[in-house]
C-alpha cells in the first residue's frame, strides 16, 4: 500500500513540475517572442527614402527611413514597429499612408 502511494505521489509531483515548466516557458515566449526579420527597404516598393540615424543620450544609435510623402504636408508621421518585428515587414501599411 504504501509503495503505491509513493508511487501515485511521484507521478503527481512530475505532473506539477511539467506544469511548472510549461507556464514558465510560456509566459517566457509571451514577453520575448522570436524575432522576425526581414531585409525589404523602401526601394523594392518604388518608395524614395533616406537612411536616417539619431544617437540617444545614453549612446545607443536609433536607426531608420525617412520616407517623405507624395503630397505637399507641413507635418511629420513617425511611425514605430513592435518590438519583434522589423521596420522592414510594416512597409507596406506605410506606403499606403502615401
Known amino acids: 500500500m504504501r509503495a503505491q502511494v509513493n508511487a501515485i505521489l511521484r507521478i ?3 505532473v ?3 506544469l511548472i515548466l510549461a507556464s514558465v516557458w510560456l509566459f517566457y515566449i509571451s514577453i520575448r517572442p ?4 526581414s531585409s525589404i527597404t523602401p526601394r523594392e516598393l518604388n518608395m524614395p527614402y533616406e537612411q536616417v540615424s539619431f544617437t540617444t543620450a545614453d549612446g545607443l544609435t536609433l536607426r531608420g527611413w525617412f520616407v ?3 503630397k505637399k504636408a507641413d507635418k511629420t508621421l513617425i511611425l514605430l ?3 519583434t ?3 522592414s515587414l510594416e512597409l507596406t501599411s506605410y506606403s499606403l499612408l502615401r
Open 12 to 14: 503527481v509531483l512530475i
Open 16 to 18: 506539477l513540475a511539467l
Open 34 to 37: 522570436p524575432k522576425i526579420v
Open 68 to 70: 517623405p510623402s507624395g
Open 81 to 83: 514597429h513592435g518590438s
Open 85 to 87: 518585428k522589423g521596420s
